[in-house]
């Protein structure tokens, strides 16, 4: 493997902000169980090994079964196995993850207004957005587990 640069250590302020945002989420309101969920499956989408091990670790810890964690990668054919709300906060990870595809779409965030309200919305918003930060940090530096 290649030496890549050590961005904490070069760029300390840089991984300060990062962690504000982290900061930011643990005192959201966003349930802990959505915000796992976020970040498992925005970093599948996103092909970081060292995320998935990370936060599936973190939601086993915190009561997430093995079967919903296995089977996140297939939610939309899992039926029951994730909740009307657990489906939107993933269908809007999917959506803001692969943003280049069609981004947010109306009807997804048409069922966010009905399910959720604004502040909700924007603190799924931005997990999605920090998640897909860190992955990218990881990837880029090939941050391994």
């Not at 029951?80 to 692969?98: G, M, P």
Request: charged share 25%; glycine share 4%; proline share 1%.
């Amino acid at each position: 493997m290649d030496k890549r640069i050590d961005i904490q250590e070069l760029e300390p302020l840089a991984y300060q902000a990062m962690f504000g945002l982290e900061k930011y989420l643990t005192s959201s309101k966003l349930k802990k169980t959505h915000i796992e969920l976020i970040k498992i499956r925005a970093s599948q989408l996103n092909g970081c090994a060292y995320c998935i091990n990370l936060h599936t670790s973190d939601a086993l810890k915190m009561g997430e079964t093995a079967q919903r964690i296995f089977l996140l990668n297939a939610w939309k054919e899992a039926g029951d196995l994730y909740s009307q709300e657990e489906r939107l906060v993933l269908a809007i990870t999917e959506e803001v993850t692969l943003i280049a595809q069609q981004g947010l779409s109306k009807e997804t965030y048409g069922q966010a207004e009905m399910l959720f309200d604004e502040h909700y919305i924007a603190q799924i918003i931005m997990a999605v957005v920090t998640i897909n930060a860190w992955n990218r940090i990881a990837i880029a530096t090939l941050k391994k587990f």
